[in-house]
């Protein structure tokens, strides 16, 4: 690892590295990805493990503390967290000025922003107890502001958050409830939603949490900067890619028409890619593709349904990784391949499926912007470019152009 800012200091000397591909924006203790064996870890802890033993809220202490909770401590920031799950009267006005057919995403990104405004007493980010309460809300609110989303677009009421339930079954309920009526949240749907938050909840430095990283990084409030990552976020490259991945195996529809799309991925002069497929940082199975692929089963299982897209996405896998382009590029199914897969059958709409992911995200941007704003090295991003514009020339006045 080379440290490039002494030698910056000695010569003006700089790395051009789009998309950084080689370039560390910073130390982190959160988590650590092996892309090579395909390992994934949070504060040491691997994500398989996690998912399967341990509960979103854990993970979101173990994130933001960097040590798994006892009892107590589980049941305290449990406890607060669920205080924290109402949105102000005034941001369900805001809300309601969107068009019915707005994107979630779209009003995520505004909601979370507006927080900014509603939330004074946390927006000092010198403060390390308003920091505290700025994670606590946006990790509370998260679920409340996508339910709502949701809701406003099929045009049903909205509902309060119910403290009594778990995260995940809070959030279940306030998206598929109807107001006086019982609402009973499936146990196997619940822990596969739970276990869904835990593979979403963190990344490393990935560009949704470099966004939030880069945006706090000038000191703007926590609320802006999540809202940042939340646009990143969105983009079919990154998070938006499990929306896309469930319309490509849709488009597919049937086993036999998958060569036809395996020759279109590796055609470079058609822009289709598998989406759903290939990673940055993993070169092997993302550890979180097969805990998903998993869960597909546990749900259809409990659900008593099944789709067959699930077959399609099952024979393109096995398809691809034998083929010799994905073989040599190291192509495997993402977090997101098989993710589109279990939410449809839950109930969500695919237009949803991104703004779980940011749901879930939220812990892994505001623990890292944490870590961002105690780190003394942090400095403002800013970073350089390799200018390729004209040389200096003189202006010319409009009518001698
Ligand atoms: N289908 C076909 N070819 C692909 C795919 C794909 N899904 N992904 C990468 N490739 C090819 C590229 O064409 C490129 O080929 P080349 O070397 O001949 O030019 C090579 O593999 C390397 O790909 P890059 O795009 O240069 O790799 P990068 O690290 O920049 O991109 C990315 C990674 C964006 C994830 C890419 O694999 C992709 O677009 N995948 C589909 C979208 C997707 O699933 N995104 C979710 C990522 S996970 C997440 O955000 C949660």
């Not at 339930?165 to 619940?190: I, K, Q």
Request: hydrophobic residues 40%.
């Amino acid at each position: 690892v080379i440290d490039i800012r002494k030698l910056y200091a000695q010569t003006s000397a700089f790395t051009y590295d789009p998309g950084f591909t080689s370039t560390a924006s910073c130390q982190s203790k959160i988590t650590y990805i092996d892309g090579d064996q395909g390992v994934l870890l949070h504060r040491g802890y691997p994500i398989s493990q996690l998912a399967e033993q341990s509960s979103f809220m854990e993970v979101c202490y173990l994130l933001l503390n960097g040590e798994l909770p006892k009892q107590d401590e589980l049941a305290t920031f449990s406890r607060t967290i669920s205080r924290h799950t109402m949105l102000h009267e005034q941001l369900m006005t805001f809300l309601r000025g969107f068009r019915r057919d707005a994107h979630p995403m779209a009003i995520m990104c505004g909601i979370v922003g507006a927080l900014s405004a509603f939330y004074h007493d946390s927006t000092d980010i010198t403060d390390p107890q308003q920091r505290m309460i700025a994670s606590h809300r946006l990790i509370a609110k998260m679920p409340t502001i996508a339910a709502m989303a949701f809701k406003y677009s099929v045009g049903q009421p909205f509902l309060y958050p119910d403290n009594s339930l778990s995260y995940s079954a809070n959030f279940l309920r306030m998206t598929f409830g109807v107001p006086a009526e019982p609402y009973e949240v499936d146990p196997a749907v619940e822990k596969a939603m739970d276990r869904i938050f835990i593979l979403h909840a963190d990344h490393e430095q990935n560009a949704s949490t470099s966004t939030v990283r880069l945006a706090g990084s000038s000191g703007a409030n926590p609320f802006a900067c999540i809202a940042a990552g939340i646009a990143c976020l969105w983009g079919p490259a990154h998070g938006g890619a499990n929306e896309a991945a469930l319309n490509m195996l849709r488009e597919i529809g049937t086993p036999d028409r998958i060569p036809h799309y395996i020759e279109r991925a590796k055609d470079k002069d058609d822009p289709f890619r598998l989406m759903g497929f290939g990673h940055r940082v993993y070169k092997n199975y993302d550890p979180r593709a097969t805990v998903m692929q998993k869960t597909v089963r546990e749900v259809f299982n409990a659900l008593k349904v099944t789709d067959p897209v699930f077959e399609v996405a099952l024979q393109l896998e096995e398809m691809a990784l034998n083929d010799d382009y994905f073989i040599e590029k190291k192509l495997f199914p993402n977090v997101d391949f098989y993710s589109g897969v279990i939410l449809s059958a839950i109930g969500f709409p695919t237009s949803m499926f991104t703004a779980l992911f940011a749901l879930a995200r939220t812990v892994g941007w505001i623990a890292q912007w944490n870590e961002m704003i105690t780190d003394p090295d942090q400095k403002i991003g800013r970073p350089r470019q390799l200018y390729t514009g004209p040389t200096q020339r003189d202006y010319v006045p409009i009518d001698r152009r």
